[in-house]
């Protein structure tokens, strides 16, 4: 790597086919384009396709790369990401994104590359830029406690997670007391994602054995202790980059007829008094299920917005709700209803993004989680940071009642128990919309590439 304190790099960005990925690199390659430095952001044609688009704004420092996914059975040919497969399905989109090796190879020996920054899934990435002296580093889009759960390289590549089971406890390296862990209907429906060749487990643990070090969207303000025993667990650093927190994004124009719809409609309500409902793009509840959640949405009496897809809510539930709620089929404005002074708080699915979304304005969280990679960690720590409630399930297939999702509704919302919950939530905009505080995260791992790092750990000066 270079030895100048302050040069223009060129990064390129490779995460992982999944819209909760994509999106965190896109802010930290802006980010990084504002420094000065090119970035080449390589994905997929429909998902480049997508972000040309969704960013029509994005400047010509960073270049959208164009890799052409490879046909592998059982793959629809359109499929480019987890949104666009039911979850049985993710695991061939896991096989096609490891026939992409040859094709980024080709572009880092190509294109005097200084540092590319992955993702989990592309195990074979950093052993394949190290032999073109490329730097490499390991973004996870996941927080650190999550990423304590998982335990060092070694654990990961051929240790403890042999059955379902092994996941459902707090494991013996947190020397803290917690209650973060992962119930096994979560567990097994994890399980229905992950390639049957490489496990996750297995490229979490090569990614980060094998690249120079690791950057976590995460904060000392919120995770400290999680990110202090990362560094012990991964014998490298483990450096937080900041929660990357989203400005309210123009992603309607004023003059979209939905936008103005749902707006005319949140500016009649109390301040505080509706309750924002999305359960992100991927989470597909069973018809029961959805039945019981829009029960227990009802049963709350509280005024509310509901994402939904393909406007799949039970026959008959927006005729007893009407003007009381609001349904939004399909993609949402997320940051721009969450800015909304009526909303008061937000039943998630409890990804990581969503929830800096949320944190980010104060708002207190009705914790429902999707029950794939990380989210049932998220509900349980999140619950513990209280800053939220989860809703109570069965541990063993994930079942619940209209009754419990409405006195979780009530507890965060309105109910006197739950003024903690939102008195912290509140709290934590201080740290999750402190922009110059999780910008001043961002230039010191800026400074860090700038200056170069060596797989010693010891910065190059």
């Known amino acids: 790597m270079g030895s100048e304190s302050k040069r223009s790099l060129h990064i390129a960005m490779f995460p992982w086919l999944a819209h909760g990925h994509i999106t965190p690199f896109l802010e930290l390659s802006k980010f990084l384009s504002l420094r000065g430095h090119a970035v080449s952001f390589l994905s997929t044609p429909n998902n480049v396709a997508r972000l040309a688009r969704a960013h029509p704004e994005l400047p010509p420092s960073i270049r959208l790369v164009s890799l052409p996914l490879p046909c592998v ?5 359109s499929a480019e990401s987890t ?13 096609a994104y490891d026939l992409l090796e040859p094709a980024l190879t080709r572009f880092l020996s190509g294109s005097r590359v200084d540092w590319v920054i992955h993702d989990f899934a592309s195990h074979w990435l950093p052993g394949a830029a ?3 002296g490329v730097g490499s580093v390991f973004f996870s889009t996941f927080n650190a406690t999550a990423l304590t759960l998982l335990g060092p390289p070694s654990e990961l590549i051929g240790g403890r997670f042999q059955k379902p089971e092994d996941l459902t406890t707090v494991p013996a390296w947190i020397p803290y007391e917690t209650t973060v862990c992962l119930r ?12 049957d060749e490489v496990s996750d487990f297995c490229r979490f643990g090569h990614v980060i054995d094998d690249c120079d ?26 450096i937080p980059i900041g929660l990357l927190t989203p400005a309210i994004r123009e992603e309607v124009g004023d003059d979209d007829e939905k936008w103005k719809a749902l707006k005319s409609w949140l500016d009649t309500k109390r301040e505080k008094s509706v309750l924002y409902v999305a359960l992100g793009t991927e989470v597909i509840l069973s018809h029961e299920l959805t039945n019981e959640l829009a029960a227990g949405i009802e049963k709350s009496g509280l005024p509310f917005v509901w994402v939904v897809r393909n406007r799949l809510v039970p026959a008959g539930f927006e005729e007893r709700v009407s003007g009381r709620g609001f349904i939004w089929a399909g993609w949402a404005p997320q940051t721009r209803i969450l800015a909304h002074e009526a909303i008061g708080g937000f ?10 979304e949320a944190l980010s304005r104060g708002l207190p969280l009705v914790l429902f989680s999707g029950g794939s990679s990380d ?18 399930r069965d541990e063993a297939d994930g079942s619940f009642t209209g009754d419990v999702v409405a006195e979780s509704i009530r507890r965060v919302m309105v109910e006197h128990e739950g003024e903690l919950i939102r008195a912290t939530a509140r709290a934590m905009k201080e740290v999750f919309g402190n922009m110059e505080l ?9 400074e860090i590439l700038e200056k170069g790092f060596t797989k010693d750990q010891k910065m190059v000066n």
């Open 73 to 77: 059975p059982n793959l629809p040919s």
């Open 83 to 95: 949104s666009d497969l039911d979850i049985d399905s993710v695991p061939y989109l896991k096989k």
């Open 130 to 132: 190290a032999q073109l």
């Open 184 to 195: 096994l209907h979560e567990v097994l429906r994890h399980q229905r994602c992950m390639d």
């Open 213 to 238: 070090f690791v950057i976590v969207r995460s904060c000392r303000e919120f995770e400290l202790e999680p990110l202090n025993l990362l560094q012990e667990l991964y014998q490298k650093p483990a």
């Open 347 to 356: 039943l998630t699915h409890c990804g990581w993004n969503s929830t800096i």
């Open 375 to 392: 989210q049932g960690l998220m509900a349980r720590f999140l619950h513990e940071k209280q800053v939220g409630f989860e809703v109570p």
């Open 438 to 446: 999780q910008n001043k995260y961002l230039e010191e791992f800026a």
